[in-house]
């Protein structure tokens, strides 16, 4: 069994890796509302300007590097500024 406190240390890691979110391959969200750790989950919540997106079908953690950490094809229409509340869960087996 993995202990807690080695999960918690690898959500702290990833969260720190996670620079910004890529939405539909070119557009690119790197101000966060919340960007936090709670017991092993990483939980980032971030704004979609309507303005700028009509939907998203693909959405991407990025690092500072802009190497891809985590890709989801998804779909979200974005009718007016939408806020996303987006989880990654760190667990062991």
Same mark, same amino acid.
């Given at each position: 069994?993995?202990?807690?406190?080695y999960l918690q240390e690898i959500a *702290?890691?990833?969260n720190q890796r996670i620079a910004k979110v890529t939405l539909?391959? *070119?557009y690119d969200i790197n101000q966060f509302r919340i960007k936090q750790v709670t017991d092993e989950i990483v939980e980032l919540e971030y704004l979609i300007p309507a303005a700028d997106l009509s939907s998203v079908t693909q959405l991407e953690l990025r690092s500072a590097s802009n190497e891809v950490i985590s890709s989801s094809e998804v779909f979200i229409p974005v009718v007016a500024d939408t806020v996303v509340k987006q989880y990654v869960e760190v667990k062991g087996a």
């Open positions: 069994m993995i202990q807690n406190s *702290d890691y990833t539909n391959g *070119d």
